[in-house]
């Protein structure tokens, strides 16, 4: 059966969010052929509609708002559920993020609705919409199905792919106007810190260093690294209580959890909580000088030796390719 599912937009520095365009994706086979109702909220937003259509929407809700500028649960929470009341939709789905891991629960809760968090594929079987997610810190998937209410999930970066870009595509756009009051916490200004220009949970390539790094200062080679591949630099949190990088870095269990195309553990041991963050990437590469750290069970190429001696190798090579 065909299904009316909205999408939930994120914005970031003016652009609409990788994780949003694989929900576009992740929303089209929720609908099953019906239709994907993108929903911008934010301060004059108006111009990132064309993102949701180039990328498979169908309609797309704008709700531009002054108290919408910065994220803020409150305010957020309220827009989205008058939206939800006015769409009467069949399914939501938003990226799983800071923000999508804040905001989803809420809604679920409010919605009474079920909630399949972090998943990392979709299809449907027959009638049925499956989601899979891991579990256990990535070591095992569940299956995961809706028996009634609204099918509400929030997908994994980097997990499901978007559709191509077609800038043919074309929609209706709805400006909904909504109250917004209350609110508990109001954002003034935002200063952000300077930490890398390659989102972390979206980077198709990640270098990451441990505490083999040794100081800020070592970690400098495996920026160049990073540079020269288009990645992103992340840590393990052995390197963050040492105050060799920034604690928004961190990698884990309790830091960020990523999918990339290519992760590089560099002077990282393997602890399990690590494991935790990582250990889905596609393709992990080792560099240790302990040829029995456990990162090289878990490592589909490993280099047994000094990272400071190879990773300005692997850097001068790779310039070359
Ligand atoms: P170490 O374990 O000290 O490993 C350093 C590695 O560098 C060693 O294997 C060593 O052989 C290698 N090395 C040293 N010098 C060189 C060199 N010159 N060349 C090559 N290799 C070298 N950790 C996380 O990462 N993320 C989390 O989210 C996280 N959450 C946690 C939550 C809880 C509740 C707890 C209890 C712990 C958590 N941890 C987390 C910490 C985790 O248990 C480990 O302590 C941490 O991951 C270790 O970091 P590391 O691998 O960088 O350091």
Redesign the pocket.
Known sequence: MSKKVLVIGEVRDGELRKVSLEAIAAGKVVAGGGEVVGVLLGEKVDVLVNSFFQYGADRVVVINHSALKSYTTDAYQQALLQVIKTENPEGIILGHTAIGKDLSPRLAMKLKAGLISDAIAVETNGDETVFTRPIYSGKAFEKKKVKEGIIFATIRPNNITALERDDSRNGEIKQLSVEIQDLRTVIKDVVRKAVGTVDLSEAKIIISG???V?SEEGFKPLQELADVLGGAVGA????CDAGYCDYSL??????KVVTPDLYFAI?????I??LA?MSNSKVIVA????PE?NIFKVADYGIVG???QIVPILTEELKNV
Do not use: C, E, M, V
Not at 236 to 239: K, L, T, V, Y
Not at 287 to 290: E, G, V
């Open positions: 441990g505490r083999g040794k393990s949190r052995g390197a961190q990698i884990g269990q309790t830091g002077g990282i041991s393997g602890a909580q690590h963050g560099i240790n000088k302990d750290a000094d990272l400071f």
